[in-house]
């Protein structure tokens, strides 16, 4: 599925494009094009390679699952890889968000929806100042929502730890490890998916991006706080985690 809205100078926001449209409104820089593609098809990757001439590389990241978020400078554009965290049968994992930042153009392509992108084209759809800014800030305000998200999952881990921490102390069984091992996991996973996330927040508020204006950078380094905010509440309840791993340990030997 693919869903394109072109904002022009005069303030008018036009959606659903055809692929003659789309090369027309690349002429102008004037112009704000973003095309979200969703479960991307034949047909999309051609139009990707054709219209908007995106290295091959690019379009095989954007078709393959990739492990690590990241960030890559072309010529023509940025290529950004981020990561959103859901629940899959109880289990935290990755879902993975690709896009592209040009002049004029900005690109995102996902296997699946993802909240941060489509709370973001409602916006668009409603003429919202964010299509106003440019490329770069509409990245901001897509990145700015995924990492967001990222906020109850960690609120619930703290609440999970607080619980067991308690528990342990009067059910120190076989199920209080299992439940401990679980909420190690799930927090390993996000400490794995916030360091790669906190060097593209890095590089994006330095300035010194072609497609990221130096004005807008300042918005990145509040993204960075955000995840360094995260990543010292991960680390802690990993500590307190470990420390109820080895005080069930030392019940279990007293027994």
Same mark, same amino acid.
């Given at each position: 599925?693919?869903?394109?809205?072109?904002?022009?100078?005069?303030?008018?926001?036009?959606?659903?494009?055809?692929?003659?449209?789309?090369?027309?409104?690349?002429?102008?820089?004037?112009?704000?094009?973003?095309?979200?593609?969703?479960?991307?098809? /034949?047909?999309?990757?051609?139009?990707?390679?054709?219209?908007?001439?995106?290295?091959?590389?690019?379009?095989? /990241?954007?078709?393959?699952?990739?492990?690590?978020?990241?960030?890559?400078?072309?010529?023509?554009?940025?290529?950004?890889?981020?990561?959103?965290?859901?629940?899959?049968?109880?289990?935290?994992?990755?879902?993975?968000?690709?896009?592209?930042?040009?002049?004029?153009?900005?690109?995102?392509?996902?296997?699946?929806?993802?909240?941060?992108? /489509?709370?973001?084209?409602?916006?668009?759809?409603?003429?919202?100042?964010?299509?106003?800014?440019?490329?770069?800030?509409?990245?901001?305000?897509?990145?700015?929502?995924?990492?967001?998200?990222?906020?109850?999952?960690?609120?619930?881990?703290?609440?999970?730890?607080?619980?067991?921490?308690?528990?342990?102390?009067?059910?120190?069984?076989?199920?209080?490890?299992?439940?401990?091992?679980?909420?190690?996991? /799930?927090?390993?996973?996000?400490?794995?998916?916030?360091?790669? $996330?906190?060097?593209?927040?890095?590089?994006?508020?330095?300035?010194?991006?072609?497609?990221?204006?130096?004005? $807008?950078?300042?918005?990145?380094?509040?993204?960075?706080?955000?995840?360094?905010?995260?990543?010292?509440?991960?680390?802690?309840?990993?500590?307190?985690?470990?420390?109820?791993?080895?005080? $069930?340990?030392?019940?279990?030997?007293?027994?």
């Amino acid at each position: 599925m693919m869903r394109s809205y072109l904002y022009t100078p005069d303030g008018k926001v036009e959606c659903g494009l055809s692929t003659a449209r789309l090369r027309r409104a690349l002429e102008s820089r004037e112009n704000l094009l973003w095309v979200d593609i969703e479960g991307p098809e /034949d047909t999309e990757v051609e139009l990707l390679l054709e219209v908007f001439d995106l290295h091959p590389l690019t379009i095989e /990241d954007c078709i393959m699952p990739n492990v690590r978020p990241k960030l890559e400078d072309f010529d023509r554009y940025l290529f950004v890889i981020l990561q959103g965290l859901k629940r899959v049968d109880g289990k935290l994992t990755s879902v993975e968000l690709d896009v592209c930042v040009g002049e004029n153009f900005l690109i995102t392509v996902r296997s699946e929806p993802i909240k941060s992108v /489509d709370e973001n084209c409602a916006r668009v759809e409603k003429k919202s100042p964010i299509v106003t800014h440019g490329t770069d800030f509409l990245l901001y305000a897509i990145t700015d929502a995924l990492i967001d998200s990222y906020f109850p999952i960690l609120e619930e881990l703290e609440l999970q730890v607080d619980e067991l921490q308690t528990k342990l102390l009067s059910d120190s069984t076989e199920r209080t490890l299992k439940e401990l091992f679980k909420i190690y996991n /799930d927090l390993t996973v996000f400490r794995r998916t916030l360091a790669p $996330h906190r060097e593209i927040a890095s590089r994006l508020n330095r300035g010194d991006l072609r497609f990221v204006k130096p004005a $807008h950078a300042i918005y990145f380094r509040d993204i960075y706080d955000h995840l360094l905010r995260m990543s010292d509440l991960v680390d802690s309840c990993r500590e307190v985690t470990t420390m109820a791993l080895e005080a $069930h340990a030392t019940i279990v030997s007293n027994r």
